[in-house]
């Protein structure tokens, strides 16, 4: 009962705050075109004011979730407050608080981050023995406070606090914090994105080397987005891990033939080419048996795809909505792509009945087992494009008359082509022919009016 008496009266006005801001937004909404300047203009205001307070208030539930341990067993925590008996469930699905907020409110776990994150740094704080302590950023909890800043600002802010930690002493990060909270409640976060990193600027100095604590926090990979097909990564690597990683993508901008026709073969920019190295050198990796196996299989790139669509000749299909092939991790991918990926691939065909269930799993083989390989090895020596000069362990075996068209594996109807060459041929506009067993290229008549057949004589010499 007491607990009834601790909980309802602020559910209630919660419940009572939902149906008043939601009978006022309603009626603002629909008499927006009616107000005079200055009045919308207030409206404005008003709005910014509640959001910002509101998105504290979230910050404050996601904190109280993971201070409960909410995620840890939700079922049995539900059955208690409801007043039913625990059933004693089995292990939690969610490893973390951040999990249970993902799949309760259907937000990101970015964002369910970032609201926990933000209340544990700006909201008051308790000690083990119950003790009351002020918010970790006393300056940036009373912009919050007073909304004067929004969600934006300071998650930018706090993101930089965190990043100075163990870095900076502490009259200059107080001096960053006053700084940031004066900006937060007077710019708008792209006017704070620079002070940030002059504040980082200022702190590092290119002159210390990362403590094993600053490594922890930033150093790694990070999948940032995805927009039209390209994803895009952030990568922060200390000074061997980036020699590495120079040291391959260098490797894959080797000089070609000096000649006008070489040069105008090639028209990627240097990012293109380091990406096309670096990638093509993980592919060359996943090949070999020195990655930790993953469900007893090698890893590697896996797709899932219709047989008949695996047959079919995807020649006018270009979109992702063409085919229902899809990546594990990337999901669907487009026809041209899949082409390219079905060249070197393993097949495992799986029989599905009529509700999705597995009927059948047969054995996997190989388009081009490894005795075809090392006879396209021998014989091309690296890639077969002309003028390139990526060898051949960092190539793929392409089907010359593609696989979706003749489904026939056979060194005379191979070739190693390297990641960005193979991707290139699947765009369909250089012709590919086995003359005399070597790969010939007829390239585009925007490239060559006449269409010469050329080869790669640079691994002959």
Request: glycine share 6%.
């Amino acid at each position: 009962m007491g607990t009834d008496v601790l909980i309802r009266p602020p559910l209630e006005a919660l419940h009572q705050a939902e149906s008043s801001i939601a009978a006022a937004l309603a009626s603002a909404s629909a008499n927006f075109a009616l107000l005079s300047s200055a009045a919308l203009l207030a409206s404005l205001d008003t709005l910014e004011r509640i959001s910002r307070a509101l998105s504290m208030v979230q910050a404050a539930a996601a904190v109280a979730v993971q201070e409960r341990n909410l995620a840890a067993d939700p079922e049995r925590h539900f059955a208690v407050a409801s007043g039913d008996e625990p059933t004693g469930s089995p292990r939690s699905e969610f490893r973390n608080a951040a999990e249970f907020l993902q799949r309760r409110l259907r937000i990101s776990k970015a964002e369910a981050r970032r609201r926990i994150r933000l209340g544990e740094c700006l909201l008051p704080r308790r000690s083990l023995g119950g003790e009351a302590l002020p918010p970790r950023y006393e300056k940036l909890a009373a912009a919050a406070q007073s909304a004067a800043a929004g969600s934006e600002a300071l998650t930018l802010s706090v993101r930089a606090l965190d990043e100075v930690a163990g870095r900076a002493d502490e009259p200059t990060r107080l001096a960053m914090e006053t700084s940031l909270s004066e900006l937060a409640s007077t710019q708008d976060p792209d006017f704070l994105r620079p002070v940030v990193q002059r504040w980082n600027t200022i702190i590092d100095q290119d002159g210390t080397a990362p403590s094993e604590a600053e490594l922890k926090q930033r150093q790694g990979i990070w999948r940032m987005r995805t927009h039209r097909g390209l994803n895009q990564f952030l990568i922060w690597a200390d000074q061997t891990e980036a020699e590495v990683l120079l040291t391959v993508m260098n490797a894959g901008t080797n000089p070609r033939t000096e000649t006008a026709d070489a040069r105008g073969l090639d028209q990627r920019s240097l990012p293109q080419k380091h990406l096309d190295a670096l990638v093509t050198a993980v592919k060359a990796a996943l090949q070999t048996e020195l990655f930790p196996r993953t469900g007893g299989s090698r890893p590697q790139p896996l797709a899932t795809v219709g047989f008949k669509e695996l047959l079919a000749d995807f020649s006018d299909a270009e979109t992702p909505a063409a085919t229902t092939a899809r990546l594990a991790f990337t999901g669907p991918i487009n026809a041209k792509n899949l082409r390219a990926l079905a060249c070197d691939a393993e097949i495992i065909p799986v029989v599905f009945g009529g509700q999705g269930q597995v009927l059948d799993v047969g054995a996997g083989r190989r388009f081009f087992n490894r005795t075809q390989r090392l006879a396209l090895i021998a014989r091309d020596r690296g890639c077969s494009f002309p003028d390139c000069t990526i060898p051949a362990s960092w190539c793929e075996a392409h089907h010359v008359d593609w696989w979706s068209r003749n489904p026939w594996t056979a060194v005379d109807n191979g070739a190693l082509l390297c990641s960005h060459h193979h991707h290139l041929i699947h765009q369909g506009q250089w012709e590919m022919q086995i003359r005399s067993g070597i790969p010939w290229f007829i390239p585009p008549s925007w490239l060559d009016p006449l269409r010469d057949p050329r080869r790669n004589r640079f691994h002959q010499i």
